[in-house]
């Protein structure tokens, strides 16, 4: 299931696709939305010597505008193909210069949802690789953290890492996102998650968390590894 944003995504490469007119040069097209909302489209370049596919060059076109750190990224092939995967040469592109993507890719049940990294797993990184990073947010915190009440997220199979990020705030009609620093990121079993943990989340007590994490991640066990997240506002906000 997509949700609104993403759907926004899907129609714009759709919309693209269907602009394609048999040139055997030009055979797909991609969409992707940055952390302010925007869309940029673009066409692969078909060409024996390697020409880039639809994502590496949406990737341009989207640098080109000035945009932010890509949340997510969708290709449709032409003549009514839908939904197509990367190729293994964008995911690892994509997993270097935009780690927080996801991909809308095609499942059995319709077009799904995947984070790059999970699309290739044990994969090379590149040491080199500076990519802006960005935290998603459920849109109820977004007033919480604005305020100053909430100061950290518990973060399962979502790495974070310290320094400046994107807080990104996805509701239906559009995301919110607050420039924010990342102070720390402290690891630890979920069954180890402290009352002062939950206090930084606006909670009472570690149940309260525990609680509040489990309808994010249902199948998280006691055992299983959690991110500590602490985070500020950065005092100039765009």
Known sequence: M???????????????????VGDPDHTVAAAAMDTAGGIYTAFNDHHFTGGPCAELVVLGVA?????????????????????????GRCWQVMLDQQPGCAVIVPTPDGPGL?????LLPYSYGWPEAAPQRFIRFNPRYYDAVLSGRKTATTRFDDPCFPGPAWLVFEFDEGYKRLRGVVESVETKRF?????????????AIAEDLRTGLLGHY?????????????????????
């Open 218 to 238: 249902p199948g998280i066990r006691d055992e299983d590894s959690v991110d500590v997240v602490r985070f500020k506002l950065d005092p100039v906000q765009p």
């Open 191 to 203: 069954d180890e998650i402290t009352d002062a943990d939950a206090r930084l989340e606006g909670g």
């Open 63 to 87: 640098a080109a505008a000035g945009a932010g750190p890509l949340t997510t990224m969708v290709a449709v092939g032409d003549k009514g193909r839908g939904v197509v995967s990367p190729c």
């Open 2 to 20: 997509l949700y609104p944003p993403e759907q926004r995504v899907l129609d714009a490469a759709i919309r693209q696709a269907q602009a394609l």
């Open 114 to 118: 995947v984070n790059i990294r999970h």
